[in-house]
């Protein structure tokens, strides 16, 4: 069911967790000219969690969706972008908790590529929208979340040359 997703889960020491089936992130990358890659970052509105800070696309996860399908759904209700724009690489479990009453929460990032920096449109959620050059990402106030697994995105994205064929 469409938003089944939505609510907060609590880890086992009362620390809230968004996304009652768990959450997913889009770290979509785009080349850079002379090389490299810029990504796409969010910078999250006032009134959000950790609101102020720079992070992914993503969200909470719903009952029906795979990961992939929840961090392109966000994408596109944050960004504006379509699946048929991006080709997804591969997935990285970034978070895992244990719930209270034995739940379970993690957050999975999903990483893909697209064929150069595309337009975006921000939604309420969104102060601003930019691409980012990854070796510049760090400079940036960083979701805590995000901060934490973003050097082990880097390199399992420096792992994948970039794939810019749109079928699948």
């Known amino acids: 069911m469409r938003g089944d997703g939505d609510g907060w889960v609590l880890s086992d020491d009362g620390v809230p967790f968004w996304g009652r089936h768990g959450a997913a992130g889009l770290l979509l990358r785009a080349p850079r000219p002379g090389g490299g890659a810029t990504v796409l970052l969010q910078h999250r509105a006032p009134w959000s969690h950790q609101g102020g ?80 050059a990854e070796d510049e990402v760090i400079d940036l106030p960083l979701h805590p979340g995000f901060a934490a697994s973003w050097e082990r995105l880097r390199s399992e994205s420096a792992s994948l040359p970039f794939h810019l064929n749109r079928e699948r």
Request: glycine share 8%.
């Open 53 to 132: 800070t720079w992070s992914l696309p993503g969200g909470a996860r719903d009952s029906h969706e795979t990961v992939e399908q929840a961090a392109i759904r966000e994408a596109n209700e944050e960004a504006g972008l379509t699946s048929d724009q991006l080709v997804v690489r591969t997935t990285v479990i970034t978070a895992e908790i244990s719930g209270a009453g034995g739940s379970y929460w993690s957050y999975t990032t999903v990483i893909a590529d697209a064929p150069e920096p595309l337009r975006t449109v921000p939604n309420r959620e969104s102060s601003e929208l930019r691409w980012v």
